[in-house]
């Protein structure tokens, strides 16, 4: 089975300094990684995805993650915060979707400080 | 085009009174998941549908929980019986058949009294 860990339930981070939200995950296979975005009272919204292909994966909203398999990570960044990046932010992993549906890292909420 | 809805937004009930939960995927999307988030943690993985046949019901939290889809349009999640534990938003999410890249509807939040 397949796990996700999130570092960090809060991360704070001032106004145009960079963003490092951490995620590590379990699994016995190649896994499907996935960094979702949920706002206030909204949906999950997809971010970006690894799926087997770059290892650098560039997302929307100036996002992007890198797939290292060596260290079992995913982590997200974002070079400048602006403060509309202020939310709630999942990892995910999926061994082959469908039946597996995606397991979910307790999430973490980042905080922009003006 | 359209995202994937559910209705109804916010659903307060009494403990013991049965629910049911609607979600209506993208068009044209074969598969759909129901999803439950309790305060503070993370989502909860419930159930999957190809077309209408779910082929592991395992991940559903009790025998309260059903589900259903008609053909490769509308959900329903039911709760029976209806336990102050089963208070959290429940979210749907529709992919193409393969799971890849899911779109998640804005949930439906339960509160049982």
């Known amino acids: 089975a397949q796990s996700v860990t999130q570092l960090g339930s809060h991360v704070s981070v001032s106004e145009g300094a960079l963003v490092l939200l951490r995620c590590n995950y379990s699994?016995?296979?190649?896994?499907?990684l996935f960094w979702y975005v949920q706002y206030p009272n909204q949906g999950l919204q997809l971010l970006l995805k690894y799926t087997s292909a770059a290892t650098l994966v560039k997302g929307i909203n100036g996002f992007e993650a890198e797939f290292k398999k060596s260290e079992t990570s995913f982590h997200l960044t974002k070079p400048s915060a602006h403060m509309s990046d202020a939310a709630e932010y999942f990892c995910?992993?999926?061994?082959?979707?469908?039946?597996?549906?995606?397991?979910f890292g307790k999430g973490t909420h980042l905080i922009i400080q003006p | 085009g359209a995202g994937v809805s559910q209705s109804p937004s916010n659903k307060v009930t009494e403990k013991g009174k049965d629910v049911e939960l609607r979600c209506d995927p993208i068009s044209g999307h074969t598969a759909l998941y129901w999803y439950r988030q309790r305060l503070g943690q993370g989502l909860e993985f419930l159930i999957y549908f190809q077309g209408n046949s779910a082929p592991d019901k395992s991940g559903l939290p009790s025998d309260r929980f059903s589900a259903e889809r008609t053909g490769e349009s509308v959900s329903t999640l039911t709760i029976q019986r209806t336990q102050q534990e089963d208070s959290a938003v429940y979210l749907c999410?529709?992919?193409?058949?393969?799971?890849?890249?899911?779109?998640f509807g804005p949930g439906t939040r339960l509160t049982v009294t």
């Open positions: 995910a992993v999926t061994l082959g979707g469908g039946a597996d549906g995606l397991t």
């Open positions: 999410a529709s992919s193409r058949w393969d799971g890849y890249e899911q779109y």
């Open positions: 699994s016995s296979v190649p896994p499907y």
